[in-house]
């Protein structure tokens, strides 16, 4: 087993030889090692579109986010449900991490009068999702008007957070009157730089 090779045709093209690349049997078996890793064999790119998924790409296979270093880009998902109480835990995001996107989507639409969700942290309760969208198959995330100060500015301008500390995010409930059903998953995109 070693590493894909970049090889020239006869008129001097680049071209990626994949006869040398690591196959699925590689990762599966544990011969693929952090020492390749280090080596820039497997890269986050190649995870990133699919060359290498996560599936194939799991701790049982001996190969861990930590293991990739840091500026890795994460993806954390958590769910807010109607009868998950007032406060939520969405994720926790690692001291020095920085949140580029956030993005709730409506799997089971809230029922009730007038419920509403938010995603923050204790004392900001607004600063990631100011309003989810709360009907069936909804995206909030995708707009300016739908994201709170951490994510963008006064004028719409898109910006990302950097925070020094831990920190808790969650979800915040004000239920419907008479809620029966409801759930909303919400994803934060990271990049971990310690």
Known sequence: MTKTLVSADSAG??????????????????AVTTALINDQAVTAAQIANGTITTTQVSATAGILGSQLGAGTIHQVKGTVTWNGGATQAIATLPAGAILLQAISVCTTAFDGSGPAV?????????????????????????????????????????????????????????AGGSA??????VYLIYVQTA
């Open 13 to 30: 093209c680049l071209y990626v030889d994949y006869t040398y690349a690591f196959k699925t049997a590689d990762i599966a078996s544990k």
């Open 118 to 174: 938010t995603i923050g942290y204790t004392g900001n309760q607004t600063k990631i999702i100011t309003a989810s969208t709360l009907t069936l198959n909804a995206v909030t995330g995708e707009v300016a008007s739908s994201l709170g100060a951490d994510l963008y500015d006064a004028t719409a301008m898109k910006r990302v957070k950097f925070y020094a500390a831990q920190t808790v995010v969650n979800g915040y409930l004000t």
């Open 180 to 185: 029966t059903v409801g759930s909303l998953d």
